[in-house]
């Protein structure tokens, strides 16, 4: 055989396609490791939230499910106490978040500026209200708002105030839920606060006092500016918590006294899990839904990026 033959048939043969090994389990490990967390997620989030709105359409009669279509949607705006609910829900986000969220600003700047010692003790001591747990909170409050012997009316006896029934009273019931909201939810909102502050570069503080800013020139036109995103999503997030309120109206008041402290959640629990209608409840839900993510969307659009 010449050369040239034995060159082309060397050439033929490495040209042949190389045999393919077993497929390489690498690429399905990915799946493999998200897999329980999504079926898990599917499970116990999808399913219900398709489930919960099949449910808003159909009503409960006698133990036997049958479709209703909007009836429940029609009922729920027709529905007297779903707009009370509604409404203490409003007063209470109205008064409360933006209490809440200066505070947090004031503290995170006291604590990030004003106080050199003891800042990690303080900065503990303001987040424990947040991981204590509710019921002993609402056990400790209970007492401290008791009308005859609670702590509080005795130190406004001390100077000359008549005891207030903090918890019987419909206004002071609504101003005692959002003194616990506030204690409670005040230090989450600061830690958060308190981060942004630490991302604010310090050379624009630098520069600010070489052009002759004061410390109040600068929070305005500096720390105000540079912590909008960390306070809008302080905002949002307080918003829907505000209207996920339940477990401090449970423990405390009950709802009462005559509604007055009843939330769209807490009305919620009392038409799925006391009277059973599931249908009614998951129907208020949605609606619930809707209105935080149009709150929400206005947030952002008053509040967020013009770009």
């Known amino acids: 055989m010449s050369k040239a033959a034995m060159s082309d048939k060397t ?12 497929r390489n389990p690498a690429g399905l490990a990915p799946y493999v490791f998200i897999g329980p967390s999504l079926f898990f997620f599917l499970l116990f989030t999808g399913y219900p939230i398709v489930y919960s709105f099949y449910l808003s359409l159909t009503t409960n009669e006698a133990g036997v499910s049958t479709f209703a279509g909007l009836s429940n949607y029609i009922r ?12 203490n829900t409003f007063v209470i986000l109205i008064v409360q978040v933006p209490v809440m969220i200066f505070m947090a600003v004031v503290l995170a700047n006291v604590l990030h500026t004003g106080i050199q010692k003891a ?9 424990t209200p947040t991981v ?84 109040i020139k600068k929070f305005f036109s500096i720390t105000i500016p540079q912590l909008k995103p960390v306070l809008l999503f302080a905002a949002v997030m307080s918003t829907i918590g505000t209207f996920q309120l339940f477990d401090e109206v449970f423990n405390l008041t009950g709802g009462g006294p005559i509604n007055a402290t009843t939330t769209v959640t807490m009305y919620l629990y009392e038409n799925g899990f006391e009277y059973f209608d599931f249908g009614y409840a ?26």
């Open 132 to 215: 204590t747990s509710l019921v002993a909170a609402s056990i400790i409050f209970l007492l401290i708002l008791n009308q005859d012997f609670g702590i509080l009316n005795f130190m406004l006896a001390t100077i000359g105030i008549d005891p207030i029934s903090w918890l019987n009273d419909p206004f002071w019931a609504k101003v005692s839920l959002i003194m616990v909201i506030i204690w409670r939810w005040t230090g989450y909102n600061m830690i958060i606060v308190l981060a942004g502050l630490q991302m604010i570069p310090k050379d624009l503080y630098e520069a600010a006092s070489i052009d002759g800013a004061g410390p």
């Open 282 to 307: 998951s129907a208020i839900a949605y609606v619930v839904v809707v209105i935080i993510a149009v709150l929400s969307f206005i947030q952002f659009k008053v509040a967020g990026d013009k770009e």
């Open 76 to 87: 729920l705006f027709q529905d007297s106490l779903f707009y009370e609910s509604l409404f």
């Open 119 to 127: 800042k990690g003790v303080l900065r503990v001591a303001f987040f």
């Open 11 to 22: 050439t033929r043969m490495s040209k042949k396609p190389a045999r393919k090994g077993p």
